[in-house]
């Protein structure tokens, strides 16, 4: 046994972890949650463990052709150059067959020196058939058993492979409900076979207070479930009577329904969000832990020198980042201009579309799904241009994967790029670029280098959302709809802008049309926003600063660390 596996550990699942841009095991925001907050674990020494599958083709490589259609191809990457392979191997049962799983490690460290682990569980195995050693490639790919077999291998076999590894386990923490079968693991580990499959045969409530499950999407369809049948063929009598009983919803076996059942903590990732998912499942207690990033991860190179010399200590502490107030605003806009210098030619390398620093500039990276909303922004193509004409010229960064089945969103990705070129090819003062096979290096790039940053999702249906905040590490203020995060950190014209009404006035509804907030989007950028940019370059240090001290300060994985140890795990 590993020197210090003894002592009590936290082990966090997640059907995807985001580390990297050489690691490409994650598809978008749940990924790149997960693993900011696992750095900041390592950087606040918290004993945590990380779960998830190795993923090796990773999500997709995104190419659009001539017509603007995604094409996904898989990622070629190589395993072995970033993880230690383990001699541990632990089988799960699918459908009756014994599927072997084995693992590899790969370690963060934190910027205390703290080494926090990894594990890849990986099906990739000589033992296994050529169907089960496609089990851990495709990140959400396959069909309904293909995906059902993954969270088979995620929760049961994580559980076991943990075992295998040695360490004594106080809390498992599920971040979304594709590891919920953890819970089903845990019950049969605290079960009386002598008294049977009954329900008073299992130490349900042992089996709760060890698990803590968060939840991501206030949308029905995010919530995984299966077909009953299908469940009982894959799962081969393993999941008791009672725990279906619990967790089957409309015929089917709801995974969030299984994890709320079996946990002793449940949270939403916004205060908002909170509130949808406690109206969705009546009855539950769920509090709200909202989101972060890790800013070390995300911080632009000119900013971390700036807050290296004005908030020393920020990376240990960026709480002290509240400090931002008192940076010079000159030194900030000159911090800026360095970081969207190094965009703006990232954008002329691979479009040659000749934007320039100087001129005003919108990113907009999501993934693009409908609820998203991505063309907001485009509803009315000839007030835009009006906009520009009247107050300055704009340019337009787009950037994101649209799931391989979600042909909705592709063709959003097709409309964009298609008014892009009939825009640009008009020789008039707005300019747009779409940039393919957004990642985290694309990412830090847009956050940092953009002048504001663009959200506008369809409320109730933004959980979080984290693009913005990591924005505003980088003194970049956010214009959204106000759903997810963005109820709490917008300060009109202080943070950013809003675009609606608030969910307090009267006027507000929930399905408000897509047109009026958009016409509100216009209406800020000719009145307040491009104005105070290229006119008023003290005020616009002056939101900079803000939004590095009232949101940068808060919204990061060190404060939601802190909550989830408070809150969740010291009981």
Known sequence: MVVGQDREHIAYFSMEIGISHSIPTYAGGLGILAGDLIKSFADMRVPVIGITLINSKGYFHQVIDNDGNQIETPVEWRVNDFMVLMPNIISVNIEGREVKVRVWKHMIRGCSGYNIPIFFLDTNTDDNTPYDKTLTSSLYGGDKSYRLAQEIVLGIGGVRMLESLGYNIKKYHMNEGHSALLTLELLHRMQNYECGEDEQCFNIEAVRNKCVFTTHTPIAAGHDSFETDLFKKMLNGYAPQFVLDRAIH????????????????VNGVAKRHGEITREMFPGYTIDAITNGIHPQTWISPPFKTLYDKYVPGWVRDPFTLRYGLSIPKEDILDAHMEAKKQLIDEVNQKTNMKFDPLRFTIGYARRFTEYKRPDLILQDIDRL???????????IIFAGKAHAKDYRGKELIKKVIQIANKINSENCRVKMVFLQNYDMLVARKMVAGCDIWLNNPQRPLEASGTSGMKAALNGVPQASTLDGWWLEGCVENITGWSLGPHPQDAEFREDSDMKDEARDLYEKLENVIIPTFYGNKDKWADIMRHCIAINASFFNTYRMAQQYMANAYIN
């Open 385 to 395: 241009k009006q906009v520009a004409e009247k107050v300055g010229d704009i340019q």
């Open 250 to 265: 409309d015929g089917n076996f709801n995974m969030t329904l299984l994890a709320l059942n079996f946990s002793t903590y």
